[in-house]
């Protein structure tokens, strides 16, 4: 029972490069999401999918790009990396937002552009 | 009205003693309110969720109250323990509104002293 894998665990990227944070879940769960988690200001929502193939905005999306083409998987990419891209993103599936289902976690990735 | 305002940002508390933690949201379509709670390192995770048919729900040490007429709602975690220290999260959904996600307070870190 793996539950949501994301990788890498850290990584460390300099201004202008790019990198796919990865997030897979074997739930069979139809709705993902990508937050970031800075310090002090909660989670914030980037990108979401409410199945493969659909995905939306969320409240930050700007400097990041996504793709759903299986159930399973939803990369995060990011283009041109900046400092302010620096912060903890967490993947996120559920298979219904009630009844007791919620939202299950990865254990995040750590993001540092220097 | 999408926002969900978590109070207090920090909280330190005595073994033994009660910790509460307070969310308020405005917008009267959100229908479920979870609580997550996140160890350093580690995602965030479900703790304990209400529906607004009920007024309070009781799990071990854990009891959520809901005021629905103040767009309240509260986490106290009765007889404190050093290993409830962690960041606590309020959510807010309205899945019956056709929205897919959470809305997330900015979080609560607790500490315990022993």
């Known amino acids: 029972n793996a539950g949501v894998t994301q990788t890498p665990k850290f990584r460390i990227l300099k201004i202008g490069q790019s990198m796919t944070l990865q997030c897979t879940q074997d739930m069979n769960h139809n709705y993902m999401y990508w937050y970031r988690q800075d310090p002090g200001m909660g989670l914030k929502l980037i990108y979401y999918s409410v199945g493969a193939g659909i995905t939306d905005k969320g409240e930050v999306p700007n400097g990041y790009n996504v793709s759903r083409s299986t159930t399973e998987d939803f990369p995060l990419r990011l283009e041109l990396a900046a400092p302010s891209q620096t912060s903890v993103y967490f993947c996120?599936?559920?298979?219904?937002?009630?009844?007791?289902?919620?939202?299950?976690f990865g254990s995040g990735t750590r993001l540092t552009v220097v | 009205q999408q926002q969900v305002k978590q109070s207090p940002q920090s909280l330190i508390v005595q073994k033994g003693g009660i910790s509460i933690i307070n969310c308020a949201y405005e917008?009267?379509?959100?229908?479920?309110f979870p609580w997550y709670q996140q160890f350093p390192g580690k995602g965030p995770a479900l703790l304990i969720a209400i529906r607004p048919d009920v007024s309070e729900k009781k799990e071990g040490r854990f009891t959520i109250s809901f005021n629905k007429s103040a767009k309240q709602f509260s986490l106290h975690i009765m007889d404190s323990q050093p290993g409830d220290s962690a960041t606590y999260f309020c959510?807010?959904?309205?899945?019956?509104?056709?929205?897919?996600?959470?809305?997330f307070g900015t979080g609560t870190r607790l500490k315990v002293l022993a």
């Open positions: 917008n009267t379509a959100f229908d479920y």
């Open positions: 996120a599936s559920s298979y219904s937002l009630d009844r007791g289902h919620g939202y299950t």
């Open positions: 959510a807010a959904s309205g899945s019956t509104s056709g929205t897919y996600k959470y809305i």
